[in-house]
């Protein structure tokens, strides 16, 4: 991996903050509606997060697929669950998707390091 | 739309056996672990139906749409879950799906027909 | 064309009043956010209709295609200026953006006849 | 299948030809560099064919995966062949290209009641 | 970011040198092309590279939204139309171009730096 | 390039490895699958090979690209044969894919120098 898990969530922190900054109400928007898409309605926010999970490995987004790996971990599902999901976006997005779920598996294997 | 859920039911299986009939071992293993995908592992058939249908609707395929939301129906996901998911696929996914929306909530006004 | 712009624009009025009138919260804002977003703000709307036409175009979504053009037109540019634009498309898309330049064509030539 | 493919024939040289009336210089030479990019080079046209037919079908078009059938056919090869490059796009792409497969395995019906 | 601007303007034109030098005719023409299309016509070049900028965003191309941000503040755009065009391409394009949003913001503070 | 040849296929390989020791019989079957679809069938693995990577170049994954650059040079095509494969893919993709155009040229220069 390029970069560590804790390199990459200073650098998203860090630019959430300077496009904050750049006092664009419509990307505010955006980021506050893309925060309460995951918040609980008709479904929970853990089944939400899953959602985003596959959603983000389907359109090959690395770090879309940390950040949602991240948030699965803490919304309570298991490695065994979140390897089940990614299957299902294997399936559906064929062996293009194989070098996300590569990079997916080391990031787990971050992940559950610092749970540990 | 242009064509209607039974229509796009009988091409489907229609082609789909074509396909059986070609007898090409390696798209007759995938047929299979499509559905095997779909079946109850880690995560339960309801949980990956709700995953096939934002998966579909991000990479804006409309007959994989189509054939996920029967799924999810029969599964039991409610109206109102089902738009809940579609909104994190329009969240994720952005304008460019809207009209796979709006051809969703079409679609979902004929499968409730049907069902009535 | 499989469709005329007419029935285009009466299926999607009709079915973006289903979705508002579905009540999911998230999708209402995002409809409004996508409006806002043509609004004039540092770029004016003419300017931003265009970009909207590129990005629907390399993404090759024909409906948000037809949609720009109308209201590129509304806005002032002209037949050549939006050629000139769907040519950035071409070369950005490739080859297989192809079939929705056709489509494209033949939409102008649809709203030119509206128009004259 | 929406349209026979006389018809999208006929639509496609009627719109080619309207592309080029219009006179635009970068789109003369872009549908030129298409044409040229399958014409003999390093690679024989009839290699070239069919990695346009693959490309077409992870891509997702329609038209251009009808379009690369026919060539493939008319460059001799067979419909083993056609079917065994079509597998290399599906598992590449996954299932979400699998109703363009359904519809390239109607077109080849289509082309070879054409050819019988 | 991986990668400085300085790097990658060297690695950039470095390799263009290289595929130039390989003396593929088709390569070497649609490299022109490209290159022509945001030239002068029915529409401004700086017109252009701003549908360059939105078109490379929402097909999530980071080197190609890193060309288009140079190009743009040399053609005039001042930051905050960049950032209303960056908007456009986020609302079209969703949540899964924030991290690029997100490098094009660190990428414009290391443009403004070397212009200041 | 962030990464070498032998960086990226001993990462390859471990994670391969990891995936496969998870144990999900989907995830292992689709792997094996992948591998089985560029054996020698109606098709002979040279033109599979080929196929392979010009849907990597239009899908845009440099991981794929690298894969079956290795995979292309192994099974006998020549440096122009790949070059025109490429270009290919260019036609098809237009000039987002040449970013990772110029990556597989560098990686070419890497894989060539190896078998020097």
New interface residues.
């Given amino acids: 991996m390029?970069?560590t898990l804790a390199e990459f969530q200073k650098?998203?922190s860090e630019?959430?903050e300077?496009?904050h900054n750049?006092n664009?109400l419509?990307?505010k928007?955006?980021?506050a509606?893309?925060h309460?898409?995951?918040e609980p309605?008709?479904?929970d926010t853990k089944?939400?997060e899953?959602?985003?999970l596959?959603?983000?490995t389907?359109?090959?987004?690395d770090?879309?697929i940390t950040y949602h790996l991240v948030r699965c971990a803490e919304e309570g599902w298991?490695?065994?669950?979140v390897?089940?999901?990614?299957?299902?976006?294997?399936?559906?997005?064929?062996?293009?998707?194989?070098?996300h779920?590569?990079?997916a598996?080391?990031r787990m294997?971050e992940i559950e390091a610092l749970n540990a």
Same sequence: chains 1, 2, 3, 4, 5, 6.
């Fill in positions: 390029a970069e650098f998203r630019m959430n300077e496009i750049s664009h419509g990307m928007r955006f980021f509606l893309d309460q898409a995951y309605g008709a479904l089944t939400k899953l959602l985003g596959v959603a983000s389907v359109l090959r987004c770090d879309c298991s490695r065994q669950q390897i089940d999901a990614l299957n299902v976006a294997l399936i559906v997005g064929g062996s293009i998707t194989i070098p779920v590569r990079r598996f080391a294997r």
